[in-house]
């Protein structure tokens, strides 16, 4: 699909080669805009250089491995503050180790956030439990549960 000679490629063509929708397309590039600057054709379609296209294929990995796109906006963020053209391969394999780093640390952080929440939610629902536990043995029978949990929603 993409021709080393040619130098631009339409919307539709990046998205069937990411294997996205068009709107995913432009969302990204709405919301990585300080790193994807896509220029407009004479009609005032989007069209994407080989460089775009790579961009918007390492935020489709990125997005894979489970980075929302402010987490990647942040990576990308220190991978491409420099200019691209003219590093050396030294310099690209440093800051690649650095992106490699960076997204360690945000997923890392993200796990953390993660187990806050999963610790909150795990105390609610013994709370839950608890009362519940607590009103199914003050009545025993049957016939007089079915109101318990009436009761219950009241009180929570």
């Known amino acids: 699909m993409f021709d080393s000679n040619e130098e631009s490629y339409s919307i539709s063509e990046v998205a069937e080669k990411l294997g996205v929708s ?10 990585l805009g300080d790193f994807i600057m896509v220029q407009r054709g004479k009609t005032g379609a989007r069209t994407y250089t080989i460089l775009d296209v ?3 294929e390492k935020v489709n990995e990125l997005r894979e491995q489970g980075l929302t796109l402010p ?7 220190t991978f491409y503050k420099e200019e691209e053209l003219g590093q ?3 310099d690209q394999s440093v800051q690649q180790n650095d992106l490699q780093s960076q997204i360690k640390a945000l997923t890392e952080q993200q796990v953390e956030e993660l187990k806050g ?5 795990m105390q609610s629902i013994i709370r839950v439990q608890n009362a519940i ?3 199914l043995q003050q ?4 016939s007089v549960r079915k109101p ?9």
């Open 148 to 156: 318990i949990f009436a009761r219950l929603a009241g009180r929570l």
């Open 139 to 142: 009545y025993p029978r049957k």
């Open 71 to 77: 987490t990647i906006n942040k990576v990308f963020s």
């Open 88 to 90: 050396s391969q030294t």
């Open 133 to 135: 536990l607590s009103e």
């Open 54 to 56: 790579s961009k918007l």
């Open 22 to 31: 068009q709107n995913t397309v432009r969302n990204w590039e709405k919301e």
């Open 117 to 121: 929440y999963l610790e909150t939610s």
